[in-house]
């Protein structure tokens, strides 16, 4: 499902509710250091006709008519999302995007809460590091405990290390929220899978983690979803040990 414009919706999202996304990424393509088995954008390969990335002006500008449009007609927004058809750290302008948004919600929105849906691999900048710190909702993804285990359902583009991750995530000191999605297939999410996930959770201890399933078509097929009753017995652990978890099917 491609986004079409820089700023999309709102829509209805399952974990931010009434959801304003920012698509810093091509109009009319697909732009990530991820290839997902998961993706709702589909394969990279499929995605390869637009590489033109919105300015940084025509970001603000584009969100600045949006968010005057709703406030004038009475529309509810719950979050200003980052998301779009890849990721967004990607924009060479990343930071100085997010320091504009935050003007503008200040101005028109100011109880929404601005999101970054990344996959963390940028976190190493400092420049993206600072800038994430700066939003309300820095939701950064881990999806598996491995290499082996991300190479099988993240597909990584170049190299991408678990553990590095792991370490740049830290720099937080648990001031953010951690995305992860559960899926049936094939090797994934098995015991030993959920056992070093949690390990890793527990040695991060992020204030809310976001675990859900597939909602939509998926690049891969066969690929089969979670029940919320069966991602809570997987989490159930974490849960007793007093871990905030949001589970969405």
Same mark, same amino acid.
């Given at each position: 499902?491609? !986004?079409?414009?820089?700023? =999309?919706?709102?829509?209805?999202?399952? /974990?931010?509710?009434? %959801?304003?996304?920012?698509?810093?990424?091509?109009?009319?393509?697909?732009?990530?250091? =991820? $290839?997902?088995?998961?993706?709702?954008?589909?394969?990279?390969?499929?995605? /390869?006709?637009?590489?033109?990335?919105?300015?940084?002006?025509?970001?603000?500008?584009?969100?600045?008519? +949006?968010?005057?449009?709703?406030?004038?007609?009475?529309? %509810?927004? $719950?979050?200003?999302?980052?998301?779009? *058809?890849?990721?967004?750290?990607? #924009?060479?302008?990343?930071?100085?995007?997010?320091?504009?948004?935050?003007?503008?919600? $200040?101005?028109?929105?100011? %109880?929404? /809460?601005?999101?970054?849906?990344?996959?963390?691999?940028?976190?190493?900048?400092?420049?993206?590091?600072?800038?994430?710190?700066? @939003?309300?909702?820095?939701?950064?993804?881990?999806?598996?405990?491995?290499?082996? &285990? &991300? /190479?099988?359902?993240?597909?990584?583009?170049?190299?991408? #290390?678990?553990? *590095?991750?792991? !370490? $740049?995530?830290?720099?937080?000191?648990?001031?953010?929220?951690?995305?992860?999605?559960?899926?049936?297939?094939?090797?994934?999410?098995?015991?030993?899978?959920?056992?070093?996930?949690?390990?890793?959770?527990? !040695?991060?201890?992020?204030?809310?983690?976001? @675990?859900?399933?597939?909602? !939509?078509?998926?690049?891969?097929?066969?690929?089969? +979803?979670?029940?919320?009753?069966?991602?809570?017995?997987?989490?159930?652990?974490?849960?007793?040990?007093?871990?905030?978890?949001?589970?969405?099917?």
């Amino acid at each position: 499902m491609m !986004r079409e414009e820089t700023v =999309f919706g709102p829509i209805f999202s399952r /974990r931010l509710g009434s %959801s304003l996304g920012i698509n810093l990424l091509p109009r009319e393509g697909k732009l990530c250091n =991820f $290839d997902c088995v998961y993706c709702e954008c589909g394969w990279n390969a499929d995605g /390869r006709g637009d590489r033109t990335l919105p300015t940084a002006e025509e970001v603000r500008k584009a969100l600045s008519d +949006k968010l005057e449009t709703c406030r004038a007609a009475g529309t %509810s927004i $719950d979050s200003i999302t980052f998301s779009g *058809d890849g990721e967004p750290t990607l #924009h060479p302008d990343f930071a100085a995007i997010i320091d504009g948004t935050l003007a503008l919600r $200040d101005r028109w929105y100011p %109880s929404a /809460r601005v999101s970054v849906l990344s996959n963390a691999t940028k976190v190493w900048r400092e420049d993206v590091f600072q800038a994430l710190r700066k @939003v309300d909702n820095p939701i950064l993804k881990l999806d598996a405990p491995t290499d082996e &285990a &991300a /190479r099988l359902v993240n597909k990584p583009v170049g190299e991408y #290390h678990v553990e *590095d991750i792991v !370490r $740049d995530l830290e720099r937080f000191e648990g001031d953010f929220i951690l995305q992860t999605m559960f899926l049936r297939g094939p090797g994934f999410a098995t015991e030993d899978w959920v056992e070093g996930w949690m390990d890793i959770v527990r !040695r991060l201890r992020p204030r809310e983690v976001m @675990v859900y399933t597939i909602d !939509r078509e998926t690049p891969l097929q066969g690929l089969r +979803k979670y029940t919320v009753d069966e991602m809570r017995t997987l989490v159930r652990p974490l849960l007793d040990e007093g871990f905030r978890i949001q589970i969405k099917g």
